[in-house]
């Protein structure tokens, strides 16, 4: 039988900042997400002229498309 030379303090203390790191990686995803989401509505509301929304109209049918395939 090996002993382990950490402390079962150390271990658990180890597995929670693993955990702490796994759900603040998520929560910076989700953060990113909704941040570009809300950068795009800003900009179609309120700066985008037609050919802009002509273009993303465009831009937005190839992505339905893409993720319906």
Same mark, same amino acid.
């Given at each position: 039988m090996t002993e382990n030379k950490t402390s079962e303090a150390q271990l658990r203390a *180890? !597995? /929670?900042y !693993? &955990? !702490?790191i *796994? /759900?603040?990686e998520e929560k910076? &995803?989700?953060r990113n997400y909704m941040t @570009? &989401? !809300?950068t795009a509505k800003s900009f179609i509301n @309120? &700066?985008?002229t037609l050919e802009d929304i002509e $273009?993303? $109209?465009q831009l937005i049918e190839e992505r339905k498309k893409a993720l319906s395939e």
């Amino acid at each position: 039988m090996t002993e382990n030379k950490t402390s079962e303090a150390q271990l658990r203390a *180890n !597995r /929670e900042y !693993r &955990k !702490r790191i *796994n /759900e603040d990686e998520e929560k910076k &995803k989700h953060r990113n997400y909704m941040t @570009s &989401k !809300r950068t795009a509505k800003s900009f179609i509301n @309120s &700066k985008a002229t037609l050919e802009d929304i002509e $273009e993303l $109209e465009q831009l937005i049918e190839e992505r339905k498309k893409a993720l319906s395939e």
